[in-house]
């Protein structure tokens, strides 16, 4: 993505949430509106809301099943609504969020060994990670590293988030797929007037 497309897409994920807001209508741009084709591209997305550095809300997709721009419209207005751990978004704190969008490449299984193989193979930083057991599952960016820096609490928060105990990536049974991310924010083109370097592509 170039710049212009970035500013695009945050452009659109604003939009998205504040006419969501007001009149409880969610509206995608048209073709017409927007003709670059690589913006209707299929592709998954997150969208991250955050307020003065904390987390407000932050919803997405794993695999892409629809064009980028109706994905970020959906997740935009999900994560500022709908995420379950925090209250719906207020008109108040609407000029207060920080909005980051995350690119999603196709996540792809990760064979291993053990955890000690799992944690060889897994790139802090880089690599988002997907953890299944059963019907569990759950997923972390790879922003995350930044707050979990070590494998083991990383996967122990991940084991969490999915309803499971925190050293269940040390059985066998579990399932565990990668992927990277491009992402960028509003605050990055505020700051520095130009995207910063992509995380993983």
């Known amino acids: 993505m170039d ?33 670059d084709p690589k913006l209707w591209e299929e592709r998954a997305t997150f969208v991250t809301l955050t307020i003065d550095g904390e987390l407000k809300g932050c919803i997405g997709s794993i695999i892409p099943t629809k064009p980028l721009i109706m994905d970020v419209v959906d997740n935009a207005i999900n994560a500022a609504f709908r995420d379950p751990r925090f209250f719906p978004l207020r008109e108040e704190e609407l000029d207060k969020i920080e909005i980051e969008i ?13 955890y000690k193989d799992l944690f060889e193979k897994i790139k802090p930083g880089i690599h988002g990670v997907i953890l299944r057991k059963g019907y569990y599952q759950a997923t972390f960016l790879p922003q995350v590293w930044g707050e979990l820096p070590t494998h083991e609490e990383f996967f122990s928060h991940l084991c969490l988030k999915a309803g499971l105990s925190p050293s269940c990536f040390k059985e066998r049974s579990i399932e565990v797929e990668v992927y990277e991310v491009e992402a960028f924010s509003e605050k990055e083109i505020s700051d520095k007037g130009q995207m910063g370097t992509n995380k993983g592509l």
Do not use: M
């Open 102 to 114: 995350s690119i999603l490449t196709i996540p792809q299984r990760l064979e291993f060994v053990d």
């Open 3 to 35: 710049i212009k497309q970035k500013k695009i897409l945050l452009e659109i994920a604003r939009s998205a949430i504040e006419n969501y807001l007001k009149n409880r209508v969610k509206r995608y741009p048209t073709r017409a509106e927007i003709d």
